[in-house]
T-cell receptor, first 116, second 112 residues
Framework: GAGVSQSPSNKVTEKGKDVELRCDPI?????LYWYRQSLGQGLEFLIY????????KSGLPSDRFSAERTGGSVSTLTIQRTQQEDSAVYLC??????????????FGPGTRLTVL | QKEVEQDPGPLSVPEGAIVSLNCTYS??????FMWYRQYSRKGPELLMY????GNKEDGRFTAQVDKSSKYISLFIRDSQPSDSATYLC????????????FGQGTRLTINP
């Protein structure tokens, strides 16, 4: 079956512009996560959705970052007024059930964001 | 200090060698530890998870947790060129958390 998909796969933008990154989770997965992977930093948690609600958004680095999820499915991560330090790979993951951290998180291929 | 520390490598070994990948962590209150494998330009995929201390084996892969020393390890036996990837250790952020805390990842190359 289809895995987690993300679009675009690559995005190059100029400093100060807004960007939107999209994630399509695996059908039926209620939990959705966004992570950021920077060179030498590993994966950093950004936000977690259960359904359309975000019980944990503690990893969002600033108020320039926001995310939403609609219909319990697609999610978009928006970065306003992008800065060069926002350059990273943004990864989305989904899992079937909430409440269990060992429930396998399936990752998408990521969106590689470059801010010039 | 990061909550999960992992040597980024790179690590390069000949085909057939036994590979040992290691992480240390700073908070021993939580039980679940994971290893993810990430091929270039792909998302991470769960390789193994372990609960509490002890070993877990899956084919050529063995995951080991030593809670007394706050050390987690992944051993790969009879390494293959297809094992070349970045390996990330992770643990639950806190008990019952939905989020994972990851190590930096170790880039491994198996040379034919």
């Amino acid at each position: 079956g289809a895995g987690v998909s993300q679009s675009p796969s690559n995005k190059v933008t100029e400093k100060g512009k807004d960007v939107e990154l999209r994630c399509d989770p695996i059908s039926g997965h209620t939990a959705l996560y966004w992570y950021r992977q920077s060179l030498g930093q590993g994966l950093e948690f950004l936000i977690y959705f259960q359904g359309n609600s975000a019980p944990d958004k503690s990893g969002l680095p600033s108020d320039r970052f926001s995310a939403e999820r609609t219909g319990g499915s697609v999610s978009t991560l928006t970065i306003q007024r992008t800065q060069q330090e926002d350059s990273a790979v943004y990864l989305c993951a989904s899992s079937l059930a909430p409440g269990i951290s060992t429930d396998t998180q399936y990752f998408g291929p990521g969106t590689r964001l470059t801010v010039l | 200090q990061k909550e999960v520390e992992q040597d980024p490598g790179p690590l390069s070994v000949p085909e057939g060698a036994i590979v040992s990948l290691n992480c240390t962590y700073s908070n021993s209150a939580f039980q679940y530890f994971m290893w993810y494998r990430q091929y270039s330009r792909k998302g991470p995929e769960l390789l193994m998870y372990t609960y509490s201390s002890g070993n877990k084996e899956d084919g050529r892969f063995t995951a080991q947790v030593d809670k007394s020393s706050k050390y987690i390890s992944l051993f790969i036996r009879d390494s293959q060129p297809s094992d070349s990837a970045t390996y990330l250790c992770a643990k639950e952020a806190f008990q019952g958390a939905q989020k994972l805390v990851f190590g930096q990842g170790t880039r491994l190359t198996i040379n034919p």
